[in-house]
């Protein structure tokens, strides 16, 4: 069953700790990405990764920095979190860069005190 | 750049209504469309795709259709059901693109009473 995984689905943290959002898949897809959803915003591309270690920004990089060291993982990493980073993060894949059919995670709730 | 305008904030319906929700892009190139649903709690699943200009796309009832001539991929449905209240967004691709990059619309909330 393909799918897309994500963890935690919850976390609070304070401002200026660090957070690592995790995301696997278990399709051997070489594509994946990271997004944020905020009301009204619709879903914002943070990082685009072709492979592993082949990372791309994607509109609003700022604040946030990816890991892929193996295919099947996935890390968004945001050092000194900021309170405008609460937000649902959520994780896809694609089968490579020319299939663009994305599959998502169940997100990342996230909350920055 | 790519851009997906498509009916803002919530549709508000009572089970088997008509649905429509707007879609509008621009692209340079020849992209592909999508539809995508989220349920609450869940992340974005595919509805349905469609590449080429006149080309239908459906599911579960859903349905689009490809029209270049108006740069439009309206989803439609003809008896919505409650179980059909959801976010649906609409997104290009980039026809042949490289990068990988879908380009959402804000999404559309639909609500629908029984």
């Known amino acids: 069953d393909m799918k897309v995984t994500q963890m935690p689905r919850y976390l609070i943290k304070r401002m200026g700790e660090n957070v690592l959002l995790e995301c696997g898949q278990d399709m051997s897809h070489e594509t994946m990405y990271w997004y944020r959803q905020d009301p009204g915003l619709g879903l914002q591309l943070i990082y685009i990764s072709y492979d592993v270690d082949s990372n791309s920004e994607g509109d609003i990089p700022k604040g946030y920095r990816v890991s892929r060291k193996k295919r099947e993982h996935f890390s968004l990493i945001l050092d000194s979190a900021k309170t405008n980073q609460t937000s649902v993060y959520f994780c896809a894949s694609s089968l490579s860069v020319n299939q663009d059919t994305q599959y998502f995670g169940p997100g990342t709730r996230l909350l920055v005190l | 750049g790519d851009s997906v305008t498509q009916t803002e904030g919530q549709v508000a319906l009572s089970e088997e209504d008509f649905l429509t929700i707007h879609c509008n892009y621009s692209?340079?190139?020849?992209?592909?469309l999508f539809w995508y649903v989220q349920y609450p709690g869940e992340g974005p699943q595919l509805l349905f795709r469609?590449?080429?200009?006149?080309e239908k796309g459906s599911s579960r009832g859903f349905e689009a259709t490809y029209d270049k001539g108006t740069t439009s991929f309206h989803l439609r449905k003809a008896s919505v059901q409650e179980s059909d209240s959801a976010v649906y967004y609409c997104?290009?691709?980039?026809?042949?693109?490289?990068?990988?990059?879908?380009?959402f619309g804000k999404g559309t909330k639909l609500s629908v009473k029984s």
């Open positions: 469609a590449s080429r200009d006149k």
């Open positions: 692209a340079s190139g020849y992209p592909t």
């Open positions: 997104a290009l691709s980039e026809s042949g693109g490289s990068n990988a990059k879908l380009t």
